[in-house]
């Protein structure tokens, strides 16, 4: 499917275009602390004009039969450019925090790391994270690597995604 930049896409966001669009795919998910296991999601970034992209992702978990299971995670956020390709990124989850990472955009890659994390007294133990963003072959291909309950920063979430 040709992807066509929006004519009315702020100037700022040239840069972030690449993620501009509906997208879905499965990804794994594996930490110390818990059971590996196969998720499908759905992600979209979108625009309104003004500088700034609105980011939605749900996720569920994938049975053995790579049917639809029980629901996951939810988060929602803004990407903010900035100068020279740098970024922000603020996310919000259902799971009782709040995050605030920055970065930079080069090409069609995204590198960001948390600076803040803020939690609710319900959240789990999650101290920071690292996310990867990257379009390869036409698909979006996105990492999570994460600190929490105790564990260094690892890996633990990674997806493809393709536009849909």
Do not use: C
């Given at each position: 499917m040709?992807?066509e930049?929006?004519?009315?896409l702020?100037p ?12 879905h795919?499965?990804?794994?998910g ?23 992209l ?5 996720t569920?978990?994938?049975e ?21 390709g740098?970024?922000?990124l ?6 009782g925090?709040v ?26 133990d999650?101290v ?12 979006l291909?996105?990492?999570f ?14 997806a ?5």
């Amino acid at each position: 499917m040709p992807f066509e930049i929006p004519a009315d896409l702020h100037p700022d966001l040239l840069p972030l275009s690449f993620l501009l669009g509906q997208w879905h795919g499965n990804g794994h998910g594996d930490y110390p602390t818990i059971d590996t296991f196969e998720f499908g999601q759905e992600a979209g970034f979108t625009h309104d004009g003004r500088p700034f992209l609105h980011y939605f992702s749900r996720t569920w978990l994938l049975e053995p039969d790579g049917s639809a299971g029980r629901p996951l995670a939810l988060e929602t956020g803004f990407l903010r450019p900035g100068p020279g390709g740098e970024l922000e990124l603020l996310l919000s989850h259902h799971t009782g925090y709040v995050e605030i990472y920055y970065g930079k955009v080069e090409g069609a890659k995204i590198e960001l790391t948390t600076d803040a994390v803020v939690r609710t007294r319900s959240a789990k133990d999650y101290v920071g994270g690292q996310r990867l963003y990257g379009l390869v072959e036409g698909d979006l291909l996105w990492t999570f690597d994460m600190a929490a309950v105790g564990q260094e920063l690892q890996p633990h979430i990674w997806a493809r995604l393709t536009r849909s």
